[in-house]
Every structure is written in C-alpha cells, then in structure tokens.
C-alpha cells in the first residue's frame, strides 16, 4: 500500500479494479483462437467513428465532483487494434470556478461478442487545470487507461453503454493528482 502512495495514486481500489478489468479484457481475446485464415476481403481496412459522451468524474483537487462532455475519434482495425483520440471537458457542476480540460491519444484494443464490444485503451496526452477563483491555469502530462462497453444499435450506431477511465497527472503542480469517472455516450461510424 505504501508504494502505491509514492506514486500518488489515492483510490486503490479504483485503480486496482481498472487494472485488473484491462487484464481480463486482454486475456479473453486468447480464449478465442481460430485456426482459419481471415478471407481476403476481409483482411484489411480502417473503420472510422466519432461520437460523443457525457461523463462524471471525481477530482481529487477537494475532492470535488464533476460532470462534463466529450468528444472522442476512433480509427479501428479489423484486427482488434485501432487509435483512440479525445477531448474531455470537465466544465460543469464547478465549485470555486475549479474546472479541467484533457486532450489525449493512444492504442485502443477490441473484442465484439454478437451486439456488444469491449474494449481497453491507453491514452495520453495534456490536461488544463482551471485553479479556484481563477487564480491561474496549469498543463501539465495525462495518461489514462481505460475500460469500457458498447451495443451495437444499428450497422452505424453504437451506443457506449459505459466507460471508466483513470486519470493520472503525474507532473501536476501540487504533487501527483488523480482523477476518475464513467461515461455514456453514441458512437457513429463514418465510413
């Protein structure tokens, strides 16, 4: 417990859960072995989607709670690994006018069982930091992994059922700062 707090991170129990979620997820996709070659019109492409979300999340600067939206652009293989890219903005429900911006890109890996599609990423990238009162701006490195669900609503349409992501601002300017939180949003596919 005590290297857990060296490094800044103050919910174990978050991060060991998401920890452990993106183990499971990783690990499942080696239950689903095929023998057989992929067709060959089947064999490359990128699958392009944006979309949108609202998101709660706990700040641990006061421990304060925060809603905002984001909007995020996934470019997918249909080999299971693609690129993730977001903007999270954390605007609402502000006490003392604290609020934050993240920008973040990394891998995203993904397993589709019939409608549904879990999925891991690896983000990283920038926050803004909004201090009280309006008394400066910080920005500083982000990374955050994350775990999360989607249904299938139609051939265009996913609807992401949940999604939990870890941020860690390890250069924050008061020590390491740790942030948490779930969205919901739609997912369309592009092309």
């Not at 979300?53 to 809603?67: E, H, N």
């Not at 390491?176 to 779930?182: D, E, N, R, V």
Request: glycine content about 14%.
């Amino acid at each position: 417990m005590k290297s857990m707090h060296r490094f800044g991170i103050k919910k174990c129990s978050w991060f060991s859960l998401t920890v452990a979620a993106a183990a499971l997820l990783f690990l499942s996709g080696a239950v689903s072995l095929h023998a057989q070659v992929v067709p060959a019109g089947d064999a490359g492409g990128l699958n392009l989607t944006a979309g949108g979300s609202i998101s709660g999340f706990a700040v641990q600067y006061g421990d304060r709670k925060m809603l905002g939206v984001t909007a995020f652009m996934d470019a997918d293989t249909r080999r299971r690994i693609g690129i993730e890219a977001e903007g999270r903005f954390l605007e609402f429900h502000q006490t003392a006018n604290v609020h934050e911006e993240t920008y973040s890109i990394g891998p995203r890996y993904h397993l589709t069982f019939g409608r549904f599609q879990a999925y891991a990423k690896g983000l990283i990238g920038f926050g803004i930091f909004h201090y009280p009162y309006g008394y400066g701006t910080d920005s500083d490195l982000v990374l955050s992994p994350g775990v999360g669900v989607e249904y299938r609503l139609s051939r265009r349409v996913r609807w992401r059922m949940g999604e939990f992501e870890y941020q860690y601002w390890p250069q924050f300017h008061y020590g390491a700062l740790s942030t948490y939180g779930i969205s919901t949003g739609l997912r369309i596919r592009i092309n």
